[in-house]
């Protein structure tokens, strides 16, 4: 099992539609959440990040954290055709800066 | 405030040489982290520096190796270059103060090996 899985896609949505991204992770001393947005040839950049138990929302993002089950969530309201970009999970312990990413999630949103 | 640099963007090199790629980190970051990406295998931890030490080591052979230096830049090194190591190499730089702070990542060395 992956320490972190995420549905590898692609995803393809329209126009103002909301995009989920999924993402699980198998290491419960788990404290720290990240998304990271890659658009293709550039590096990785930060959306969110996210440390508790439920919501937590910037502009068009929300993200989703539910430690007991293990499993945390990117939703993208009124998506844009700058929003598609590949998505990449993050998941860092406790006071260790290592972080474990998922292979992302490849979102593609149509005009 | 300059965002994390890398030197050189892209690098060519044949099998069984070596390389170094150079990582300079947001002015006041002390943490610096090496994360190299492949399709097959995405986006890998190699090492993170702290402090001029190595804190946390991934899953990698020892032909690759870091440093960092007192003004926190950091290079990584790979000797006896194999076709695999063909990759995009980031370094990504934190204040790494607490576990909740973001790493920030620079724009990577796109290293070909032939």
């Known amino acids: 099992q992956k320490e972190v899985e995420q549905n590898s896609g692609p995803l393809s949505v329209p126009e103002g539609a909301i995009a989920s991204l999924n993402c699980t992770y198998s290491d419960r001393g788990s404290q720290s959440f990240f998304w990271y947005r890659q658009y293709s040839g550039k590096s990785p950049e930060l959306i969110m990040s996210?440390?508790?138990?439920g919501d937590k929302e910037d502009g068009r993002f929300t993200a989703q954290l539910n430690k007991a089950s293990q499993y945390v969530s990117l939703l993208i309201r009124d998506s844009q055709p700058s929003d598609s970009a590949t998505y990449l999970c993050a998941v860092k312990r406790n006071n260790n800066n290592d972080m474990r990413f998922g292979a992302g999630t490849r979102l593609t949103v149509k005009p | 405030k300059a965002g994390v640099t890398q030197t050189p963007r892209y690098l060519i090199k044949t099998r069984g040489q070596q390389v170094t790629l150079s990582c300079s980190p947001i002015s006041g970051h002390r943490s610096v982290s090496w994360y190299q990406q492949t399709p097959g295998q995405g986006l890998q931890f190699l090492f993170e520096y702290f402090s001029e030490t190595q804190r946390n080591k991934g899953n990698f052979p020892g032909r690759f190796s870091g440093r960092q230096f007192s003004n926190s830049r950091s290079e990584m090194n790979v000797s006896t270059l194999e076709l695999g190591d063909s990759a995009l190499y980031l370094c990504?730089?934190?204040?790494?103060?607490?576990?909740?702070?973001?790493?920030?990542f620079g724009p990577g060395t796109r290293l070909t090996v032939l």
């Open positions: 990504a730089s934190s204040l790494a103060r607490f576990s909740t702070d973001t790493q920030y």
């Open positions: 996210i440390y508790s138990n």
